[in-house]
């Protein structure tokens, strides 16, 4: 099995949402917490957290024994800085890939990225990207030949237009369910109501 670390990017400073969105309840614990327990539960031990707004108060609530932190200070320059930071602690430790996922999406489940990992490793010189809404994204996994691609990345667009420019290399990976990002406090009512 290739070597590959789950990246959860969870450094925005949830201006829409108005609170911090990575500490709201979810499901016993948190939205970020549930997004590191699928993470840990996945074929893939090796788990990062990408952190920036509200760093000190989101750590004293992370499981870090089993979650390895790292601090991006340029978070308010974009979701792609967070992408860039993660990589760059990352080829420190020599992954063959990086599962990229983001802390607001509380339907991702690890047997979802289980199947991601598998599609991956059938097909290791391919982008394993999800598809939802006709739309790719993240959840998605990079070999380690992106990375110096995924280093480049500007703005608050992440990996997207990255995505969109390399769709003849990319095997989508189709969703058990809509993977909605919670970003406003409608989103966050909507869900409690599942």
Same mark, same amino acid.
């Given at each position: 099995?290739?070597?590959?670390?789950?990246? $959860?990017?969870?450094?925005? *400073? *949830?201006?829409?949402?108005? &609170?911090?969105?990575?500490?709201?309840?979810?499901?016993?614990?948190?939205?970020?917490?549930? %997004?590191?327990?699928?993470?840990?539960?996945?074929?893939?031990?090796?788990?990062?957290?990408?952190?920036?707004?509200?760093?000190? $108060?989101?750590?004293?609530? $992370? *499981?870090?024994?089993? &979650?390895? !932190?790292?601090?991006?200070?340029?978070?308010?320059?974009? /979701?792609?800085?967070?992408?860039?930071?993660?990589?760059?602690? /990352?080829?420190?430790?020599?992954?063959?890939?990086?599962?990229?996922? /983001? %802390?607001?999406?509380?339907? /991702? &489940?690890?047997? @979802?990225?289980? *199947?991601?990992?598998? $599609?991956?490793?059938?097909?290791?010189?391919?982008?394993? %990207?999800?598809?939802?809404?006709?739309?790719?994204?993240?959840?998605?996994?990079?070999?380690?030949? @992106?990375?110096?691609?995924? !280093?480049?990345?500007?703005?608050?667009?992440?990996?997207?237009?990255? !995505?969109?420019?390399?769709?003849?290399?990319?095997?989508?990976?189709?969703?058990?369910?809509?993977?909605?990002?919670?970003?406003?406090?409608?989103? @966050?009512?909507? !869900?409690?109501?599942?």
């Amino acid at each position: 099995m290739k070597k590959t670390a789950i990246l $959860i990017l969870a450094a925005g *400073s *949830s201006s829409r949402m108005g &609170t911090i969105k990575q500490l709201l309840p979810y499901k016993n614990t948190t939205l970020l917490e549930w %997004a590191i327990e699928q993470a840990q539960k996945s074929n893939t031990k090796n788990v990062f957290c990408v952190l920036g707004a509200n760093r000190e $108060i989101i750590e004293k609530h $992370i *499981s870090k024994k089993t &979650t390895e !932190l790292i601090y991006n200070p340029d978070y308010q320059e974009g /979701l792609s800085t967070s992408i860039v930071n993660g990589i760059k602690y /990352l080829q420190t430790k020599e992954f063959e890939s990086v599962l990229i996922m /983001l %802390a607001d999406q509380p339907h /991702l &489940t690890f047997e @979802y990225l289980n *199947s991601l990992i598998k $599609i991956s490793e059938e097909n290791p010189s391919k982008i394993i %990207a999800s598809n939802y809404q006709d739309k790719i994204g993240v959840p998605a996994i990079f070999s380690e030949k @992106y990375f110096s691609e995924l !280093l480049s990345l500007k703005g608050d667009k992440g990996a997207k237009a990255f !995505l969109q420019n390399h769709r003849d290399i990319i095997i989508e990976a189709n969703t058990p369910q809509n993977l909605i990002d919670i970003d406003t406090p409608d989103d @966050y009512q909507h !869900l409690l109501k599942q």
